[in-house]
């Protein structure tokens, strides 16, 4: 009896502890999916988290301060966030921030956040709430308002993002106009529901499961269907190269935007591909350039269509 005591006593330790190692498996991984520190220290960048509601745990991002944060304690800021593409996080491409920083001379302060979004959310909430990458966008606004010298308005927040951060950069300016008030897409990833489908069958599958969820996120729906409250309040600027996979998906929501009597700034990098660093070689100055017109004017919506890189 004593020997089956024990031995029963050990198959139940034996189990808490598989237990309690599953829990911490799967926490660990949450936290890698939701908290990339530079393997690196870049000089004027910190890495921060905030505790995420949505997502109950702490998601990372980066911070860029221009030099006169320090200098100028009583000022306060426009900030640009920065949304990284499929598979990516906030750590993923940090070499936008040197773009960032070349420009400041000519564009003015501006605070820059690298924002972690999920890695294939599309900067969108699945229905059964086990990404939440859009509510963690707006929720890290929240923070960084809280703990930063910022101008708290939606003129003085601009969208930039690559790829997936493209389409959810358009997304979230197009539906949340009462918070951001200006955006720039690199080379956005667009498609109605079919094509995505087709080639993203278990993030569609994850993120949105019905074709009217989709709609309810694609820019291309959203250019049309928010048309009233996007137009004079969204500046637009649209960048893509001509040899990338989703050129004519720009050139689509650039027409529809054209319907729309929606201003916007659309323009081609003539043989650029699917590739952030050509693309920002080309027209991260003009892209910088463009939020901080957006930052300077009461009317952000000011952009002008057609023309195309130099």
């Known amino acids: 009896m004593v020997l089956g005591g024990s031995w029963a006593k050990m198959m139940q330790t034996n189990l808490i502890m598989a237990v309690l190692f599953t829990a911490f498996a799967a926490s660990a991984a949450q936290k890698s999916a939701w908290d990339h520190p530079p393997k690196a220290k870049i ?86 709430g086990s990404v939440m990458g859009e509510t963690v966008v707006k929720e890290l606004v929240q923070h960084i308002d809280a703990q930063f010298r910022t101008r708290a308005e939606p003129r ?63 820019p291309l729906v959203l250019a049309e269907r928010n048309a009233q409250q996007v137009r004079g309040h969204v500046a637009i600027q649209i960048i893509v190269g001509t040899k990338d996979e989703f050129l004519n998906a720009n050139r689509d929501l650039r027409d529809r935007l054209n319907a729309q009597k929606i201003a916007h700034d659309y323009f081609e990098v003539p043989g650029v591909k699917h590739a952030k660093e050509a693309l920002y070689e080309r027209s991260a100055a003009r892209a910088f350039e463009f939020s901080a017109k957006a930052f300077a004017t009461t009317n952000s919506a000011q952009g002008r269509e057609g023309a195309k890189a130099r």
């Not at 000022?75 to 400041?104: M, Q, T």
């Not at 667009?190 to 989709?214: C, H, I, P, W």
């Open 43 to 128: 000089a004027g960048l910190e890495h921060r988290t905030f505790r995420s509601a949505s997502m109950l745990t702490d998601v990372g991002y980066n911070i860029c301060f221009p030099p006169e944060y320090a200098r100028e304690p009583q000022r306060r800021f426009p900030v640009i966030y920065y949304l990284h593409g499929y598979e990516g996080h906030e750590s993923s491409f940090l070499d936008y921030a040197n773009f960032w920083r070349a420009s400041l001379v000519r564009t003015g302060p501006a605070l820059l956040v690298f924002v972690n979004g999920g890695e294939t959310s599309f900067f969108s909430d699945a229905p059964d």
């Open 156 to 218: 003085f927040r601009s969208l930039h993002g690559y790829s997936m951060g493209g389409f959810g950069a358009l997304k979230l300016a197009f539906q949340q106009p009462d918070i951001f008030g200006s955006v720039v897409a690199y080379g956005a990833t667009l498609s109605d529901a079919k094509d995505f489908q087709k080639n993203l069958g278990k993030v569609y599958k994850q993120m949105f499961g019905t074709a009217e969820r989709f709609d309810a996120n694609n």
